[in-house]
């Protein structure tokens, strides 16, 4: 599975769009990428997933670059609640995910 | 839809015991996976299962530690016998589709071990 890169941590205004990135610059055509979170003291969230489209769902949208190398969750209207690691993962077959240290999201009022 | 169910929630004991982690996955989902998370190793997948059968296991750290799947509703994790070394979280996750999609993995909210 292709490496990720992602900033350790990030801060953001309530109510403001949150702009999470991830760099993928090994990713092949075949690998999807992934966004979970996780929030203190829960388990692993799905957030949600592409290949080569820009993805939208009720909780975030996925801006994947042309050339795929990189990607950006955007969560449009950032409340506290969003508080959160984000985790960044790119993986051909979705049985084997490998989380890494993800980004520290800190949602402030 | 009730979730990935784990427990207990938290468990303390001492070192030489056996510990029991359960999990009950979401219904109709056939891909159950077990990972643990500490703070110096982040998250770790142990072993996952598909349709019952295991079909991974190199994460599982050692002899000690085995993981069962009797039936398509529930799965254990063993541990015996514990080492403080063990103390973690320990997460369930399960997920539909066949084992090569790319389906989401829900998660339980895991079970909290720590070993004195």
């Known amino acids: 599975d292709a490496k990720t890169t992602q900033p350790t941590s990030m801060d953001c205004a309530e109510g403001r769009a949150a702009n999470l990135p991830c760099n993928h610059s090994?990713?092949?055509?075949?690998?999807?990428v992934y966004w979970y979170r996780q929030i203190h003291s829960q388990g692993p969230q799905y957030i949600i997933h592409?290949?080569?489209n820009n993805e939208t769902n009720e909780m975030a949208s996925l801006i994947i670059t042309e050339d795929r190398k990189s990607s950006t969750l955007i969560l449009p209207h950032a409340t506290l609640r969003d508080t959160a690691v984000y985790y960044c993962i790119v993986t051909e077959y979705g049985n084997k995910l490998v989380f890494g240290a993800g980004t520290i999201l800190r949602v402030k009022s | 839809d009730a979730g990935v169910i784990q427990s207990p929630r938290h468990e303390v004991t001492e070192m030489g015991q056996e510990v029991t982690l359960r999990c009950k996955p979401i219904?109709?989902?056939?891909?159950l996976f077990w990972y643990r998370q500490t703070m110096m190793r982040g998250l770790e997948l142990l072993i996952y299962f598909n349709n019952n059968v295991p079909i991974d296991d190199s994460g599982m750290p050692e002899d000690r530690f085995s993981a069962k799947m009797p039936n398509a509703s529930f799965s254990t994790l063993k541990i015996q016998p514990s080492e403080p070394r063990d103390s973690a979280v320990y997460f369930c996750a399960s997920r539909a589709g066949y084992l090569g999609s790319n389906s989401p993995l829900h998660f339980g909210n895991g079970t909290r071990l720590t070993v004195t």
């Open positions: 090994t990713i092949s055509g075949n690998e999807y």
């Open positions: 219904s109709g989902h056939n891909s």
């Open positions: 592409g290949l080569k």
